[in-house]
């Protein structure tokens, strides 16, 4: 399972810019949200953790938060520093996480925005912690595909494609169907188990996206599982699907995401 993590986590840094174009960012409130339930200082430093093409981090820097952001594809990096070329409190390293040499207790708040489920918690939170001063806290942002009404059956549709054209992405033994925003799984625990933090806040902000055929693609080609198939079977794939969007749906459909915030507070 390691070296498939590993192995998947590399292949957005193929796709950066496309990732940047078309990957959905997070709720404005999300960021207000993490400044009042984390407590950082105006002018507070910050640790990101894979922080992509910056999508998480522009925010932060708008706010006047001095950044050091840690991204493991070089790709991805070259493109959040240009995203923050104008903020010069802002600094994208290139490297993994996990190797990375940190200064104890250096930031007030460390970030992770869709990236720290790409390591291993038993490594990550202990070195996360032992970055923190005092008081500092933990911000894990996410967004995850869940059911939407307003998907009008897209997605289970879409589903008898992929177990014909890709069943090694979800094939039919798999596919359990879209989990409802109160289906997904809760972290809480796993944060709490790490022994390195206290009061965790949670908080969930649900919304909807909508995509005609070629925007969705578009999409799907920055996900890890789509990027790893064959030429031939993607494009088998992406074929059926716009087909599918095309003829059946009336060439747009709506996406729905839940995006999670877990808030802790170090020990």
Known sequence: MADDRNRLRTTFDQAASLYDEVRPGYPEDLFDDVVSLSGIPAGGRILEIGCGTGQATVPFAHRGYRILCIELGENMAAVARRNLEGYPQTEVRTGAFEEWPLQEEAFDLAISATAFHWLDPAAAYPKVAGSLRNGGSLALLRNVHVHSDAGEGFFEAAQRI???????????????????????????????????????????????ETYDAGGYLRVLNTYSGHRSLSEGTRERLFR????????????????????????????
Not at 182 to 192: G, K, L, S
Not at 240 to 267: E, P, W
Request: charged share 35%; no cysteine.
């Open 162 to 208: 992929y177990e014909r054209e890709a069943p090694e992405i979800v094939g039919p033994e798999d596919y359990k169907g879209l989990p409802r925003p109160d289906e997904v799984p809760n972290r809480t625990d796993e944060i709490q188990n790490s022994g390195h933090f206290g009061r965790i806040t949670t908080r969930r902000y649900r919304w909807d």
């Open 240 to 267: 059926g699907i716009a087909d599918l969007i095309d003829t059946r749906f009336g060439g747009r459909i709506i996406k729905g995401y839940l995006t999670t915030l877990y808030v802790a507070k170090s020990k």
